[in-house]
């Protein structure tokens, strides 16, 4: 799977605004333990912290629940901190080599903000990719962000629990190699694109698919990078904050609840 660049980014990131209220939001990422038979002489390498062997997919989806990039084959084991930093899609993220766009103001606003990626609380808080604020006791504007960020994240969720309704391997443990199971995992993927691509159907209520975590073979990961942000990313995503609390940028939900 190629990486997009230049217009293609412009119109997923205009599918994000328009499907999920999120602007200059270019993908969704999560990722997934695909479980597999205990390969011979393997030690440790594939054994996961939930106790089985697995090996990790990690994927980017756009707001249409297609595939634009994954990243198969890594050790079970490596989840913790490795999976990300060491995928080719980060490689490309440090080096700026994703093509994205140059930085764009929010609709209403005169302020360039750079495209970013949405993710949950495993992975890092970055410039260009944005997780939500920890904890509990939030201030409401963290509260209405952290919605917004969870409406674009969860095109990833859904595109895995769609993944693993349409294939029945991951069902159960892959009985293959490791090698075997990358095979299959990205020929799914790519079937998947497939068929999303010949489908008119973009509701995911009116889609038939499970929870990807009530598929025994698919699994949440653990932690998948540092919790360190620099000041930039905690400024950008501040930034994302005002503006969905903004009379600009706030949803129509949000009105009724504050007329409520």
């Not at 060491?86 to 140059?102: E, V």
Request: glycine letters at 8%.
């Amino acid at each position: 799977m190629p990486f997009s660049k230049g217009e293609k980014w412009r119109a997923i990131a205009e599918d994000f605004a328009m499907i999920c209220g999120f602007p200059n939001c270019v993908g969704a990422i999560d990722g997934k333990h695909i479980v597999i038979q205990a390969p011979a002489n393997s030690g440790s390498m594939y054994y996961n912290f939930k106790g089985s062997y697995s090996i990790v997919l990690l994927a980017m989806v756009d707001a249409r629940y297609r595939f634009l990039m994954v990243d198969v084959g890594a050790y079970g084991k490596s989840s913790d901190g490795g999976t990300l930093s060491l995928s080719a899609f980060s490689r490309a993220l440090r080096n700026n080599t994703l093509g994205l766009p140059s930085d764009k103001p929010l609709p209403g606003t005169d302020r360039a903000m750079p495209y970013v990626f949405v993710v949950d609380e495993a992975f890092p808080l970055r410039a260009n990719m944005m997780r939500p604020y920890p904890g509990l006791n939030l201030a409401s504007e963290q509260r209405v962000f952290n919605y917004h960020l969870s409406t674009a994240w969860r095109m990833v969720e859904c595109a895995f629990g769609i993944l693993a309704s349409q294939w029945r391997v991951y069902r159960k443990s892959l009985g293959v190699s490791p090698e075997t199971a990358e095979k299959v995992v990205k020929a799914t993927c790519i079937l998947h694109n497939y068929i999303r691509g010949h489908s008119e159907e973009e509701d995911p209520s009116t889609l038939s698919f499970m929870p990807p975590e009530s598929s025994p073979g698919m699994q949440c990961v653990g932690q998948v990078g540092s919790n360190r942000a620099s000041q930039e990313a905690l400024a950008v995503r501040d930034r994302f904050t005002s503006y969905f609390s903004s009379p600009i940028g706030r949803a129509s939900w949000q009105n009724v609840q504050n007329e409520s």
